[in-house]
């Protein structure tokens, strides 16, 4: 039986709280990055599949800077490099050299921002996106993800935006536990923050310079996913020399709870694929 940890680690001056997995397992770590909806954390993102990779593996999911019972801080300026350089510095607290990646969503943003940044953030073994990368969410549907009202039934609409299966969203714990996350002490604030403009126009993110990635990646979506405009993971695959691809029929934007099995063999295949750092090629 695999024991999943809860811990609260300073950063920074930041608390940040991480579920934990297998810390006694050798082997490269592997850190799992929530996305960026109304109640996400990672209590909420991995518990289907962290059992499972934990079994043979150090797992660490934090609750990224402003989710979660993480610190409630926002960056106006650069929201996702304060949350890349906060998750670069947990990685250095926790020692997690050499580290496989895997981010949902926002969490996959974030990755690529410290993996592309000039020099990369993060010590990294490869990059898994899931539903994240590529083509972004269209305004219409990011609007639709943005107005949540704060109630159960509001949150069930957000799951069914998220989730091919209808089923989730009439599944009380699925929506009570994303709505208790939402609702904690400053995390309503701290997402709805996000919404707020100021009198100029905000400018919008860079793109991540893919070409800079010198990671095995691999790509994971549902092909019901309807945040994502159809086609996203192909065309982002192939602008990745090298990468894989995988695609599970029936999942929406959250394959790792839909398809938890299918899932964790689809992650275990390709990392057991990518070469451990001590054995590398040196040239």
């Known amino acids: 039986m695999v024991v999943v940890e809860h811990r609260v680690v300073p950063v920074g001056g930041f608390d940040t709280h991480v579920l934990e997995a297998g810390r006694d397992h050798g082997g490269p770590p592997l850190l799992l990055l929530h996305g960026g909806a109304w109640g996400e954390c990672a209590a909420t993102a991995w518990p289907p599949v962290i059992e499972r990779l934990g079994s043979g593996r150090h797992v660490v999911a934090p609750d990224l800077l402003g989710f979660g019972d993480s610190a409630k801080i926002r960056d106006f300026v650069d929201p996702l490099g304060l949350m890349a350089r906060h998750t670069a510095a947990l990685a ?29 953030l993060l010590r990294a073994r490869s990059l898994t996106l899931v539903s994240a990368g590529g083509a972004a969410i269209p305004p219409e549907v ?14 069930r609409e957000q799951v069914r935006l998220a989730f091919a299966d209808p089923s989730w969203a009439a599944d009380d714990a699925v929506v009570t536990s994303r709505v208790e996350a ?39 979506a549902g092909a019901r996913d309807a945040l994502k405009p159809p086609g996203w993971a192909e065309t982002l695959a192939q602008a990745l020399p090298g990468a894989r691809l995988a695609v599970e029929p029936e999942a929406g934007h959250c394959p790792q709870i839909e398809a938890p099995d299918w899932f964790a063999r689809v992650l275990a295949d390709f990392l057991d694929a990518v070469p451990r750092p001590d054995t590398a090629d040196p040239a």
Request: aromatic share 4%; proline share 13%.
């Open 92 to 120: 250095a607290v926790l020692d997690l050299a050499d580290v496989d990646v895997v981010g949902l969503s926002m969490g996959g943003s974030v990755a690529l921002h410290a993996l592309t940044h000039d020099p990369p």
């Open 142 to 155: 990011r609007a639709r993800l943005g107005r949540w009202d704060g109630t159960v039934e509001g949150m």
């Open 182 to 220: 939402a609702l904690r002490p400053g995390a309503y604030e701290a997402f709805a923050a996000l919404g707020l403009r100021g009198p100029r126009p905000p400018a919008p993110p860079p793109a991540p310079d893919l070409a800079r990635l010198s990671v095995p990646v691999l790509v994971v």
